[in-house]
């Protein structure tokens, strides 16, 4: 491949302003995500007592509500990771952040107050369009911050827009918890007197608006951030590499940073970038070629995507099952309170053990490398979820509500997903693919994984719930949880051997440097010429 420049300069470019920026900016969006997908479980506490009573919300409710964003997010994911390549990172960027911005205020304004059958529809509804633009601003995010960044700190600068999740997830529990409490100080005369009537479900009228609220506050950092969005130049590497326009790279790259472009000024005079035709065309997205090249590559990312999201996302589910710092039962506990203690475990979570793990992998990411890191969790994870489930049924069951050892070892399964394989799936197919396939193919990788969190929160939900028919309830069963936490100790360890077996490094190299390594150990296998691909 002809030696460009201007994304030599990128590469060798030193720490500066822009570079923090990019990341705010991405990492904004995703800030944005995790608030949207992880409120959904205060909600639907909330939800449970207004518009269902006595009745159980049902597991098949339960399991909708959960998993239509992240259906969305998955579908997002493929469409607009598509369209990335195809059109630019920038122009689809500012569409995926308008929509979510619409959504999230759909979701607060559906429709009906009394019918819940209508009510859960519509919220269905709003939440799938708003996992479409979730999933879009994952592909981008991460394709946008590798393309920006030296690689030096590129795994870095790429776990610090991830890391906002923590952030996003710990802001839905603090606003969660704020418009209870402040909803509750307004209505606290409605509660007393439904508490003298002797109302078994405390969920006054005003309580349909708090839902509504918190869903529509995640529209806030989502609008802040689209200007800046707008601001943000095409990345030099889609520039130069799929439009072929070495030139105007350059140009982009000293509006908004301090590159030396020296050499690269030369260059663009001389060069039209006129690639050969085995170049720019040599193969298509899908082809045999393709597969044989970067076959190995996607499955890997997309297979380590997809066992850490049933072990991540099962694990924020059970979360709000399985502990309840509460010893009244859910019927008796006015509507506020359950959901706010519901966000309070999240947010002791988030504080404790989640945005934790974010940031040692940001400090150690470049330092050890992705592969480790990764395989390392998934190991650690297992461990932990090994430990906890063996003596499930007979020891941590009966005493969860008050053992603070079962807390340390649930966060610790948080630490060793974030500081490890939640962060190291979304960093490394940013920097594997070349150019022209790289945001579609973190997009399947991140769609592969969605369908994990769907598979792990649909057939959890339904093999730990057990229903107590002459009470309604459903709750979690001992026994079956136990199952879930052995089963999920083996997708772990699936996950260290997938990881150990397929999964190349790609620390210290740059974008490019990796996808010759991959066509060189491809071509030297088949004892086949090396053709430059771009």
Same mark, same amino acid.
């Given at each position: !491949?002809?030696?460009?420049?201007?994304?030599?300069?990128?590469?060798?470019?030193?720490?500066?302003?822009?570079?923090?920026?990019?990341? !705010?900016?991405?990492?904004?969006?995703?800030?944005?995500?995790?608030?949207?997908?992880?409120?959904?479980?205060?909600?639907?506490?909330?939800?449970?007592?207004?518009?269902?009573?006595?009745?159980?919300?049902?597991?098949?409710?339960?399991?909708?509500?959960?998993?239509?964003?992240?259906?969305?997010?998955?579908?997002?994911?493929?469409?607009?990771?598509?369209?990335?390549?195809?059109?630019?990172?920038?122009?689809?960027?500012?569409?995926?952040?308008?929509?979510?911005?619409?959504?999230?205020?759909?979701?607060?304004?559906?429709?009906?107050?009394?019918?819940?059958?209508?009510?859960?529809?519509? $919220?269905?509804?709003?939440?799938?369009?708003?996992?479409?633009?979730?999933?879009?601003?994952?592909?981008?995010?991460?394709?946008? !911050?590798?393309?920006? *960044?030296?690689?030096? =700190?590129?795994?870095?600068?790429?776990?610090?827009?991830?890391?906002?999740?923590?952030?996003?997830?710990?802001?839905?529990?603090?606003?969660? !918890?704020?418009?209870?409490?402040?909803?509750?100080?307004?209505?606290?005369?409605?509660?007393?007197?439904? &508490?003298?009537?002797?109302? &078994?479900?405390?969920?006054?009228?005003?309580?349909?608006?708090?839902?509504?609220?918190?869903?529509?506050?995640? *529209?806030?950092?989502?609008?802040?951030?689209?200007?800046?969005?707008?601001?943000?130049?095409?990345?030099?590497?889609? =520039?130069?590499?799929?439009?072929?326009?070495?030139?105007?790279?350059?140009?982009?790259?000293?509006?908004?940073?301090?590159?030396?472009?020296?050499?690269?000024?030369?260059?663009?005079?001389?060069?039209?970038?006129?690639?050969?035709?085995?170049?720019?065309?040599?193969?298509? $997205?899908?082809?045999?070629?393709?597969?044989?090249?970067?076959?190995?590559?996607?499955?890997?990312?997309?297979?380590?995507?997809? $066992?850490?999201?049933?072990?991540?996302?099962?694990?924020?589910?059970?979360?709000?099952?399985?502990?309840?710092?509460?010893?009244?039962?859910?019927?008796?506990?006015?509507?506020?309170?359950?959901?706010?203690?519901?966000?309070?475990?999240?947010?002791?979570?988030?504080?404790?053990?989640?945005?934790?793990?974010?940031?040692?992998?940001?400090?150690?990411?470049?330092?050890?490398?992705?592969?480790?890191?990764?395989?390392?969790?998934?190991?650690?994870?297992?461990?932990?979820?090994?430990?906890?489930?063996?003596?499930?049924?007979?020891?941590?069951?009966?005493?969860?509500?008050?053992?603070?050892?079962?807390?340390?070892?649930?966060?610790?399964?948080?630490?060793?997903?974030?500081?490890?394989?939640?962060?190291?799936?979304?960093?490394?197919?940013? &920097?594997?693919?070349?150019?022209?396939?790289?945001?579609?193919?973190?997009?399947?990788?991140?769609?592969?994984?969605?369908?994990?969190?769907?598979?792990?929160?649909?057939?959890?939900?339904?093999? =730990?719930?057990?229903?107590?028919?002459?009470?309604?309830?459903?709750?979690?069963?001992?026994?079956?949880?136990?199952?879930?936490?052995?089963?999920?100790?083996?997708?772990?360890?699936?996950?260290?051997?997938?990881?150990?077996?397929?999964?190349? &490094?790609?620390?210290?190299?740059?974008?490019?440097?990796?996808?010759?390594?991959?066509?060189?150990?491809?071509?030297?296998?088949?004892?086949?010429?090396?053709?430059?691909?771009?």
């Amino acid at each position: !491949m002809p030696e460009l420049r201007v994304l030599s300069a990128l590469d060798a470019a030193r720490l500066q302003w822009y570079h923090f920026k990019a990341i !705010m900016i991405a990492g904004l969006g995703l800030f944005t995500d995790a608030y949207d997908l992880f409120c959904i479980a205060p909600i639907m506490k909330m939800i449970s007592q207004i518009y269902y009573h006595k009745d159980s919300i049902g597991t098949a409710v339960l399991s909708i509500s959960y998993v239509i964003a992240l259906f969305g997010t998955a579908l997002g994911q493929l469409i607009f990771g598509y369209l990335g390549d195809r059109v630019g990172r920038r122009k689809v960027y500012g569409l995926c952040l308008l929509i979510m911005v619409f959504s999230s205020f759909g979701c607060g304004f559906s429709v009906c107050t009394t019918r819940r059958s209508c009510v859960m529809a519509s $919220l269905a509804f709003f939440r799938f369009v708003l996992g479409l633009g979730i999933g879009g601003d994952y592909p981008l995010s991460a394709t946008i !911050m590798s393309e920006f *960044a030296n690689k030096k =700190t590129r795994g870095a600068f790429i776990a610090a827009v991830f890391s906002m999740q923590g952030l996003g997830i710990l802001m839905s529990s603090a606003v969660t !918890m704020a418009v209870c409490e402040a909803f509750k100080m307004a209505g606290e005369g409605s509660l007393e007197k439904m &508490e003298a009537a002797g109302v &078994e479900t405390l969920a006054p009228a005003e309580s349909d608006i708090a839902w509504r609220l918190i869903l529509m506050i995640g *529209a806030i950092p989502a609008a802040l951030t689209f200007y800046w969005r707008m601001l943000m130049p095409e990345t030099a590497r889609y =520039t130069a590499l799929v439009e072929n326009n070495a030139r105007q790279a350059a140009k982009d790259m000293q509006k908004v940073m301090s590159v030396s472009m020296s050499q690269v000024a030369e260059d663009t005079l001389s060069e039209t970038l006129e690639l050969p035709p085995s170049t720019s065309s040599s193969y298509k $997205l899908f082809s045999r070629r393709f597969f044989s090249l970067h076959g190995r590559d996607l499955f890997a990312a997309s297979a380590n995507w997809f $066992l850490v999201d049933v072990v991540f996302y099962t694990s924020n589910l059970l979360l709000s099952q399985i502990f309840s710092f509460s010893n009244k039962p859910l019927n008796s506990t006015n509507v506020y309170d359950s959901a706010f203690e519901v966000a309070k475990l999240a947010a002791i979570v988030a504080a404790c053990s989640t945005i934790p793990g974010y940031w040692f992998t940001v400090y150690f990411i470049d330092r050890i490398g992705r592969v480790k890191i990764q395989l390392m969790g998934f190991f650690c994870m297992a461990v932990v979820y090994l430990v906890a489930g063996v003596p499930y049924s007979w020891y941590w069951s009966k005493h969860e509500k008050t053992n603070k050892g079962f807390m340390v070892l649930y966060g610790l399964i948080f630490f060793f997903s974030n500081f490890g394989p939640n962060t190291t799936t979304f960093i490394i197919p940013a &920097e594997l693919f070349p150019a022209r396939f790289r945001s579609t193919c973190h997009g399947i990788s991140g769609a592969a994984g969605k369908f994990g969190a769907i598979v792990g929160t649909v057939g959890f939900l339904w093999a =730990t719930q057990h229903e107590e028919e002459d009470k309604g309830e459903v709750f979690p069963d001992a026994r079956r949880v136990r199952i879930a936490f052995l089963i999920l100790g083996a997708v772990c360890i699936a996950g260290v051997f997938v990881t150990y077996f397929y999964t190349r &490094e790609t620390m210290g190299r740059s974008l490019e440097e990796n996808e010759e390594d991959e066509i060189d150990s491809t071509c030297a296998s088949s004892g086949n010429e090396v053709f430059p691909i771009e």
